[in-house]
């Protein structure tokens, strides 16, 4: 099938696609920010010096493993 037939006469996508390509997009953003969000979080809320994680590498190694 051809991906201009996709398209109305102008080129520009339909209401129906703009709202796939939004869902679709915010979709893919929410999974690649929030587990960067949540090693952030966790390094925020760590207590004192010898804290839990020794950085942002161990910290996203021992959430994975949880």
Do not use: C, N
């Not at 999974?31 to 969000?37: C, E, F, I, M």
């Amino acid at each position: 099938m051809d991906y201009r037939a996709k398209f109305d006469g102008r080129g520009e996508m339909t209401p129906l696609m703009r709202l796939a390509a939004g869902a679709g997009a915010g979709i893919i953003a929410m999974s690649a920010t929030y587990p960067l969000d949540m090693v952030r979080g966790r390094l925020t809320v760590q207590e004192g010096k010898g804290g839990q994680y020794k950085g942002i590498w161990h910290a996203a190694s021992v959430i994975m493993r949880e």
